[in-house]
């Protein structure tokens, strides 16, 4: 039985771990013929056992961005997954926490739509989702100010594509996380040993702000991102669909 997405071409940054990699490997699941790319060419290992092209890229790099996706395109899907949280507040900011974060989590996002969506517009629609975050415009998280800053501008940026593009076939959506049980969320813990205590009292805490007092897995962020790239979805674009289990209640 063909799945959601035969025939479907799809474009995936940070795919090399978390939920980026759940994500192509569910797209590849469905059917689809996926470009999995991540910074770090040694993550994107095993990815080729499920047929995804996998290709190291930086999409802090404009030219490599669109030359990865001028090569590989035209894609009918898009996923913009890479992302960085700093842990900071409006005092303890610094400006190159600032212009890092903007450039990883929302610039990068521009950059990779920019891209790909001539491909899309020549081919008469596609589908985007972004990668946003319950801590933004949905909630205000203590010690997140780059990060929640970023990823309302995420929210923003869906918005204003998808209403640019409405009548010609184009959908962008992004999904907003909780706390996600990924590598990065790891790296974070291991950051706040030191002040809770110990590894286990900082995932405690991060497991404890959770209504289900539980994570999330990445597979289950993937499926809401399978959802709004597929058929299915085709009603639904400029929507910041929550999935946080019940964080923001």
């Not at 962008?172 to 990065?184: H, K, L, Q």
Request: proline content about 2%; hydrophobic content about 50%.
């Amino acid at each position: 039985m063909a799945g959601r997405l035969q025939g479907k071409r799809c474009f995936v940054t940070a795919a090399g771990q978390g939920i980026g990699r759940a994500a192509a490997l569910a797209y590849a699941r469905e059917g689809a013929t996926v470009v999995a790319t991540d910074l770090d060419a040694a993550k994107l290992a095993g990815l080729a056992e499920a047929g995804i092209t996998a290709l190291a890229l930086n999409v802090l790099d404009d030219a490599a961005v669109t030359a990865t996706i001028q090569a590989n395109g035209p894609f009918d899907i898009v996923f913009n997954c890479a992302g960085f949280v700093h842990q900071n507040d409006v005092l303890t900011c610094k400006d190159e926490d600032w212009d890092f974060a903007f450039a990883l989590n929302v610039r990068a996002q521009w950059k990779v739509i920019q891209a790909a969506l001539p491909g899309m517009l020549e081919q008469g629609g596609g589908a985007i989702v972004n990668m946003a975050s319950a801590a933004g415009s949905v909630k205000g998280v203590a010690n997140r100010f780059a990060y929640g800053t970023t990823k309302a501008a995420v929210v923003g940026l869906t918005k204003s594509v998808a209403a640019d593009f409405v009548t010609k076939g184009i959908r962008c959506n992004c999904v907003c996380p909780g706390t996600v049980d990924t590598p990065s969320l790891g790296d974070r813990i291991a950051a706040n040993a030191g002040v809770a205590g110990s590894v286990e009292a900082a995932r405690a805490a991060f497991v404890g702000r959770q209504a289900m007092g539980r994570l999330a897995t990445p597979g289950e962020i993937a499926e809401l991102v399978l959802y709004l790239s597929a058929p299915e979805s085709q009603f639904v674009t400029a929507q910041a669909i929550v999935i946080d289990g019940g964080w923001t209640n």
